[in-house]
T-cell receptor, first 110, second 115 residues
């Protein structure tokens, strides 16, 4: 039962443009959402998070948007840089349960 | 730098031959987790320790066991690896239990191959 879904396995964008990564979830009890970034041969590292009481959280070039009614969150990267090329995992948590999506591989072309 | 370290980076074992993966942390976190990730799939939680309290996920096979002898170290034992157990195994820590405002710190993972 996959409660967190990232429907796009891959995304390719041009350097300087916006990258938008999407994530959908099914459990309305999730109250905290995170994005992790994973480079090859490294473990996932925390990127940005958002609580369910907010609909937007911004940190530099990274912004996460949460639409609770649609059970959808997205990560915007503006402007995209080649160093942003990585696999991005969406995660959602409720009490002691954290679920991950399968990841989206982002490639930023120079 | 404080971190989560997994050894070895790659592990090859034979079908049915017990194997142990190790994880250590210098973050002094209370919670340690083991995740299994197969290619193009989401990381799947196998179990976690809160301090010395062991918590098994309901669908984790009995073939998988874990030990946490002290705060810093946690081991994943696979008693009789099958071909389906070939995967990346990720260790992670958190200060407190997963939940609001907690984030996980991951090791680099151990890629397990079963021949």
């Amino acid at each position: 039962d996959q409660q967190v879904k990232q429907n796009s396995p891959s995304l390719s964008v041009q350097e300087g443009r916006i990258s938008i990564l999407n994530c959908d979830y099914t459990n309305s009890m999730f109250d905290y959402f995170l994005w992790y970034k994973k480079y090859p041969a490294e473990g996932p590292t925390f990127l940005i998070s958002i609580s369910s009481i907010k609909d937007k959280n911004e940190d530099g070039r990274f912004t996460v948007f949460l639409n609770k009614s649609a059970k959808h969150l997205s990560l915007h990267i503006v402007p995209s840089q080649p160093g942003d090329s990585a696999v991005y995992f969406c995660a959602a948590s409720e009490d002691n349960d954290m679920r991950f999506g399968a990841g989206t591989r982002l490639t930023v072309k120079p | 730098d404080a971190m989560v370290i997994q050894n070895p980076r790659y592990q090859v074992t034979q079908f049915g031959k017990p194997v142990t993966l190790s994880c250590s942390q210098t973050l002094n976190h209370n919670v340690m987790y083991w995740y299994q990730q197969k290619s193009s799939q989401a990381p799947k939680l196998l179990f976690h320790y809160y301090d010395k309290d062991f918590n098994n996920e309901a669908d984790t096979p009995d073939n998988f066991q874990s030990r946490r002898p002290n705060t810093s170290f946690c081991f994943l034992d696979i008693r009789s690896p099958g071909l389906g157990d070939a995967a990346m195994y990720l260790c992670a820590t958190s200060r407190e239990m997963r939940g609001t405002n907690e984030k996980l710190f991951f090791g680099s993972g151990t890629q397990l191959s079963v021949l």
